[in-house]
């Protein structure tokens, strides 16, 4: 399973940038995908996540951040407006896998990550 990331840029604080994750390969079932990131010299945090219909945000991220899955194309993006500078990170996909029915247990893919620089 390959993830694919896109949209990562530079914005100024207040701005907003939209970023876009599509997986690949040998998928049979798609539990939940979302996004993680990492800022210099911090350990790697969740941003969001989706499955089962339900999403969860960071508390640093609620109200600012939205999340959305098309399951049929196997992607998810994360619009994220209001940017501010310590929003700045390496942004990371993830998607947990499942193999078929009594053939394993799911596994958690990663993206190649997008860097999100806010500037003040």
């Known amino acids: 399973v390959q993830l694919q990331a896109s949209g990562g840029g530079l914005v100024q604080a207040g701005g907003s940038l939209r970023l876009s994750c599509a997986a690949s390969g040998n998928i049979f079932r798609i539990n939940q995908m979302g996004w993680y990131r990492q800022a210099p010299g911090k350990q790697r945090e969740l941003v969001a996540v989706m499955g089962g219909g339900n999403a969860y945000y960071a508390d640093s991220v609620k109200g600012r951040f939205t999340i959305s899955r098309d399951n049929a194309k196997d992607t998810v993006d994360l619009q994220m407006n209001s940017l501010r500078p310590d929003d700045t990170a390496v942004y990371y996909c993830?998607?947990?896998?499942?193999?078929?029915?009594?053939?394993?247990?799911?596994?958690?893919?990663w993206g190649q990550g997008t860097l999100v620089t806010v500037s003040s």
């Open positions: 993830t998607a947990e896998v499942s193999p078929p029915y009594g053939s394993g247990s799911a596994q958690t893919y």
